[in-house]
């Protein structure tokens, strides 16, 4: 399985327009891979809190359109990371993950909701929903940024069956050792396979961490990116999941 992270740099001088073309030419770069996954809110820009419901969408908008087409273009599954959905009078931090036909498997409506120097929590509305859905590779659980510090929702997932995590993200590097940490942390003590992508560049004067990662069910980075836009590619074999639980079966001696 062929897998793909596109490391997004975020320009304050770009609009959504600009950003959304320059990502489709990117996603073209990616082709032939099984699975590609891009970062948080990118279109409009994590950080640009000013915008976020002048260019909030609604599910059936232009943004889920035109990502359910490129799925289809790539022949690959597209964890199209995640944009403002306009639901009513709420507004949801949501993520997409499309299939191979551009069909949507499933979306997540971030559960936390980041209030540190973040106007996030102000302006939207949690999420319920754990978004653990089926694929070709197995049950994947979809998560946003700070949900990695949350380790409750990653159980509730492996309940669920996921055995690959996604993880879409705009973290900043001032706390990059946390983010490297709770990758690897999330995929270990799991036993799942984690791919995360984050944000580069600076963007209303905060500097983005950039290292998206491709973790093994052994928390071993197989794959990472560094501080400037890349795209993170790698091959990982979703049927060592299963092998490694039963080699080591940490799970099934839970006793929480």
């Not at 653990?132 to 940024?145: I, Q």
Request: with cysteine; hydrophobic share 35%.
């Amino acid at each position: 399985m062929k897998v793909a992270s596109i490391q997004l740099e975020i320009k304050d001088s770009e609009t959504k327009e600009q950003r959304i073309e320059r990502a489709d030419g990117l996603l073209d770069q990616a082709k032939g891979s099984d699975l590609i996954v891009l970062p948080e809110i990118w279109a409009t820009g994590y950080f640009s809190f000013d915008r976020y419901k002048a260019e909030a969408e609604p599910m059936d908008g232009p943004f889920v359109k035109r990502f359910s087409a490129k799925a289809k273009e790539l022949n690959a599954y597209l964890f199209a990371g995640s944009f403002v959905e306009k639901d009513g009078d709420k507004y949801y931090n949501t993520s997409v993950l499309f299939d191979r036909t551009g069909a949507i498997v499933g979306t997540y409506r971030k559960i936390h909701l980041f209030r540190y120097g973040s106007l996030e929590g102000e302006l939207l509305t949690r999420g319920e929903d754990i978004g653990v859905y089926d694929t070709e590779f197995g049950r994947v659980g979809l998560t946003t940024c700070y949900d990695l510090r949350f380790p409750e929702l990653y159980r509730k997932q492996v309940d669920a069956g996921a055995k690959l995590l996604l993880v879409t993200s705009a973290w900043p590097h001032s706390r990059l050792a946390h983010w490297q940490l709770f990758n690897s942390a999330r995929a270990l003590e799991n036993q799942c396979f984690l791919i995360s992508c984050n944000c580069v560049g600076t963007t209303r004067n905060v500097f983005m961490g950039g290292h998206s990662r491709v973790v093994d069910p052994w928390g071993t980075v197989v794959a990472s990116g560094g501080e400037h836009e890349t795209i993170v590619k790698t091959e990982i074999h979703p049927e060592q999941v299963d092998q490694i639980r039963e080699v080591f079966p940490s799970l099934k001696h839970r006793v929480l």
